[in-house]
């Protein structure tokens, strides 16, 4: 765990829609990109740049071409929207690309390489809005590096120099769990922040079982509790110091819905957690509960692979 406590970040991309809510996700970019003296590259992606054909259906009507938006409107349109989120356009690289949304984003990532990817979870209304919603679900599923997903209603401009103070890193020992949780640690340590460890026991039933059963639901929730707890300390152990304070907690639950209001009750401005869970479901698929935890999180989601 020693050797994860230790978090850098040299080039951070943003893809962005240049719609007004893509300025939260930019301003944290920028604002990583600041705090760990990181290049900055945005972009945004386009179905083409070449002249579009439209008929308007009648017999005989002449083929009128429509000029879409130009390349360098775009980069100007970058450039701006940078120096509104607090940044430097004269430092960032701005890029625009036309061709599929996911395609394109992951191969920038690649060919970079990205150590970090800074996106919203929403953008333009309407039809649009639930595109961009499927494009990240799909990046955080493809990307090669850690993914940072800002929702809508985050707040405008990220924290100040000092980071992330109220860090939340749900642990379920897979992984990429434990891969998060030494990038939790490490934002902690660089912020001297508190980080809340949560480990949920997804154990639904409320009732006791049959009698013959000769199974007591209590009892064994304990001892699934103790297991989580132990588990939990030597993880910890390593990780104590006066620059990071962490707190261990146990819930019973869904998870994402147990995610969410820890989240919410702490006042977390930050979810550190897997992009893959346990088993080999969790391995080969985006797993349902950082899906779930990404589309309703109220603050900022670093999800991170094993």
Known sequence: MKECLVVEFKHVLCPIDLSEASGSSLAYAVAFAQWYTAR?????????????????GRLGDPVQFV???????????????????GGDARQATAVAEAGDPVVTIVDQAVGIPADL?????????????????SVAEKVLRKAPCPVLTVPPHAPTHAPASAGFKRILCPL???????????????????????????????????????THAHFSVPEYRRYLTEDAYERMRPLLAEAAGPRCKFEPVVLTGR????????AASREADLIVMGAQ????????????????VVRAANCPVLTVRG
Do not use: Y
């Open 67 to 85: 000029q879409p938006v130009s390349r360098e409107d775009v980069l100007t349109a970058l450039r701006a929207a940078v120096d509104a989120a």
């Open 40 to 56: 900055l590259t945005v972009l945004h992606v386009v179905p083409t740049f070449d002249p579009v054909q439209v008929r308007s």
């Open 172 to 210: 379920d020992f897979s992984p990429s769990a434990l891969q998060a949780l030494g990038f939790a640690l490490a934002l902690g340590q660089q912020s001297k922040g508190v980080v809340t460890v949560l480990h949920v026991i997804e154990w639904l039933a409320e009732e006791e079982p049959r």
């Open 277 to 292: 869970g346990r088993g080999a479901v969790g391995v080969s698929l985006f797993g349902s509960t950082a899906q779930h």
């Open 255 to 262: 998870a994402h819905h147990e995610i969410a209001q820890t």
């Open 117 to 133: 990817l800074v996106m919203g979870t929403h953008g333009r209304s309407g039809f649009d809005r639930l595109l961009l919603g």
